[in-house]
């Protein structure tokens, strides 16, 4: 019995092919089964001898019947899955022709060019639209299969595109096609790397642009002329053929001949040949790139003759080639008479000037002569007439620390308070002097405001105790840039006014802090100033005396110190105030930073003792009556003194390099050309260690102050007040070094 084995179908790509084989060995198996049936048929039939059994013919027979139906059952079930199979496989066909027929309408209805590349960017497909491009410029397509790169440099080559362009603002690259259409060109990629490429047509959005454009230009031009038109000068513009492009209403009135325009003629035929050939070397200057100005005159068509001013300027075009030039031309006549006016009015000034300069510079040597002579007074108020003032000073002083009877004491009082009375009054007049002179300079630097505010307080505390008032003192330790000494005249100032105008009740001296400054200001509860009259109070020998205030012996000057200080620090000065009330004095000083000190230059002083008494001094100055009144003055203080009026006097009273000395008190002008830093100098030089030094001067300059300073000294100006000294010498001798 023959064994009917399936065979199997490894083609799962293509079931219907599958199929269809499968049917073809069932077939073959089947007809191959018939054979066998007929046979065994046969066979039974033939001779009796030779044949099988009846019953068993028939019964095989049987079986190869049921084997044949079960063949042709499996066979029939094979013809329908394979009809099924087909009748699929026409179907889908039917679909994806469908679908590639509405694809290829689709993109046949697209209204742009359509082309598809696929992901090696060879060309599939493009539609009619995109064809008729090639047709319009009677160039054969491309192929499907041609490289995208071949496609473009055909279409440049061929002269499909005329002309391309990158916008900014569009999505894609705008190319002229030889039709005369714009297209955007627009690039999308497909899922599987292919290309899509879409060309609209964009044509009447460019003849949009370009007529809004154009309408634009002439816009601008109708302005230009409008504008050009009614500016009173000549303005055109001639290209490199030297052709007349532009020009305004007063060109073409100057330079139009028998009322015809020049307009797009060349200059040569505009201008007279003489007039030509003057403008050439400048015109071919201005095209050779470079900018020209220059004038002339020339005459008009009447015969008018105007003195004109031109100016050439080149126009360069993307290429930086010069494709014409710009003209300007003003009408300088009347410029130039006027000119010609200023010249010979300036030639009889300059005349007249030469006859007044020897006038001005005789009374100029006048005024120098004036000035020095009023700087030779000041020098001697400053030295000379302050030093029998400064002796007064320290004999009152002395006479005051010693006990008298009641009206010896009473009459050295009186004495004493006259001579406060004309050193105020002399100080006052010598400072106001000087500051319109000149003559001081201010030394600004950056300090601690505690020192400074402590030591004016403590001058003017008796002051205003000696008047019946309080004086309240805020101190602050902010540090501020100004000079020292001025800033504490002001203050001074303030507070002496304060005192002479406040019958009762208190004084304060303060700061308020700001932004980069800050604010030191006196407070009094004084009559108060009307408003009227707080500018006046700045001027010189203006008073304002409230009524039932005490007699002032003053000149009205302080304020007026005060201000001119200010002005040379650039402080602002503020004062505001309430009558019946008081008022409120303030200066503004800009916040300093204190400079790190070079500790390798100061002078290192040996620690003294406390307390004044036994204090060994030394006192050097030129005037006996000086050295007498501070001889007097610091034995009350229980020092001992010795006094010199030179080095070489000093030598001859003791050994200055092995007697004992606690400071030494120096006058810096000295006689025959010596000074006081020149003593000290030579005295420290010959000691082990130096000696503390207080430096007198009537001397205000600055470079004074700033020698005395890098020495390492104490400066102290005539006429010297016995408290300050005090406090000094208590500080330098008494305190701890």
């Known amino acids: 019995m023959v064994s009917l084995t399936p065979v199997p179908c490894n083609d799962q790509a293509h079931p219907s092919a599958a199929l269809i084989r499968r049917i073809d060995l069932l077939e073959a198996e089947n007809g191959r089964l018939r054979k066998i049936r007929d046979a065994l048929i046969v066979r039974v039939e033939s001779g009796t001898a030779q044949k099988p059994e009846p019953y068993a013919a028939f ?12 063949r042709t059952e499996a066979l029939n079930d094979a013809m329908d899955e394979l009809r099924g199979s087909n009748k699929a496989l026409n179907r889908a066909r039917e679909e994806a022709e469908t679908s590639r027929q509405r694809l290829s309408d689709a993109i046949e209805s697209i209204a742009d060019g359509f082309v598809l590349f696929d992901h090696r960017h060879l060309l599939v497909q493009s539609n009619s639209h995109f064809r008729s491009y090639w047709r319009h410029a009677g160039v054969a397509m491309p192929t499907p299969g041609t490289s995208i ?10 002269g499909l595109i005329v002309e391309e362009q990158r916008e900014p603002d569009s999505d894609g690259v705008v190319f002229l096609l030889s039709n005369d259409r714009w297209v955007q060109m627009t690039e999308r990629p497909t899922r599987e790397g292919g290309l899509v490429v879409l060309y609209s047509d964009i044509t009447d959005v460019k003849n949009s642009e370009m007529a809004r454009r154009i309408k634009a230009l002439e816009e601008s031009e109708r302005w230009i002329r409008v504008v050009t038109d009614h500016v009173p000068a000549l303005i055109a513009y001639v290209g490199a053929d030297l052709s007349i492009q532009f020009c305004n209403q007063v060109y073409e009135t100057w330079y139009g001949r028998d009322g015809e325009s020049p307009l797009g003629k060349r200059l040569d035929h505009v201008h007279s040949e003489e007039l030509y050939q003057r403008l050439l070397p400048q015109m071919l200057e201005v095209l050779a790139g470079h900018n020209v100005n220059f004038e002339f005159e020339e005459a008009g068509e009447k015969g008018q003759v105007r003195h004109m001013l031109r100016s050439y300027v080149p126009n360069f075009d993307e290429q930086n080639d010069v494709v014409g030039f710009f003209v300007l031309i003003r009408d300088i006549t009347e410029r130039r008479k006027t000119a010609l006016a200023l010249e010979q009015a300036h030639d009889d000034l300059e005349r007249r000037i030469k006859e007044r300069t020897s006038a001005l510079t005789e009374a100029k040597q006048e005024a120098e002569q004036a000035n020095l002579s009023k700087t030779k007074f000041l020098a001697a108020v400053s030295h000379d007439l302050l030093q029998p003032l400064n002796a ?15 009206r010896a004491e009473s009459l050295v009082r009186s004495v ?8 105020s009054l002399l100080g006052t007049l010598v400072d106001i002097s000087k500051l319109d002179a000149g003559v001081i300079k201010p ?10 505010l402590n030591n004016i307080a403590r001058e003017c505390q008796q002051m205003a105790i000696a008047e019946g008032l309080v004086l309240d003192f805020v101190p602050s330790s902010v540090v501020v840039e100004s000079d020292s000494q001025l800033l504490a005249r002001i203050l001074r100032n303030f507070l002496t006014n304060a005192i002479r105008y406040t019958s009762n009740g208190r004084i304060l001296l303060g700061c308020r802090r700001q932004t980069g400054h800050v604010l030191v200001q006196v407070w009094d509860t004084g009559p108060g100033i009307p408003h009227d009259k707080l500018c006046e109070i700045f001027q010189e020998f203006k008073r304002i005396r409230p009524e039932g205030s005490r007699p002032d012996k ?29 008022s409120v004095f303030s200066v503004r000083v800009p916040l300093g930073q204190l400079q790190p000190r070079c500790t390798t230059t100061e002078v290192q002083y040996v620690a003294a003792r406390h307390g ?7 006192v050097i100055d030129n005037d006996r009556a000086i050295c007498d009144g501070m001889k007097t003055l610091l034995e009350g203080w229980d020092c001992r003194v010795t006094c010199a009026i030179s080095l070489a006097d000093l030598e ?4 200055p390099a092995t007697s004992p000395v606690d400071l030494i008190l120096a006058d810096y002008h000295l006689d025959n050309g010596e000074t006081g830093v020149d003593v000290v100098a030579s005295v420290n030089s010959r000691r082990h260690y130096p000696t503390p030094v207080v430096m007198i001067t009537a001397n205000y300059t600055n470079e004074l102050k700033q020698q005395i300073r890098d020495l390492g000294y104490v400066l102290m100006n005539k006429p010297v007040k016995p408290l300050k000294l005090r406090n000094t010498l208590n500080h330098l001798i008494g305190g701890p070094v």
Not at 392 to 406: D, K, M, N
Not at 416 to 423: I, Q, Y
Request: glycine share 8%; aromatic share 6%.
């Open 612 to 618: 004044m008494e036994g204090a060994r001094i030394w």
């Open 59 to 70: 019964e095989h027979s049987v079986v190869l019947a049921e084997q044949v139906r079960e």
């Open 443 to 452: 030394d600004v630097t950056a300090f601690d405001l505690r020192d400074l």
């Open 554 to 582: 003053g000149l009205g000057l302080g304020l007026a110190i005060v201000e001119k200080i200010a002005r040379m620090l650039d402080h602002d000065i503020t004062v505001s105030s309430v009558e019946g009330q008081g």
């Open 392 to 406: 007064a000073r320290l004999f009152t002083s002395a006479l005051l620390e010693q006990s008298f009877g009641p």
């Open 652 to 655: 001859r009273q003791l050994n």
């Open 149 to 158: 790169e071949t496609v473009r440099s055909l279409a440049f080559a061929s």
């Open 416 to 423: 004493s308070t006259s001579l406060d009375d004309v050193e």
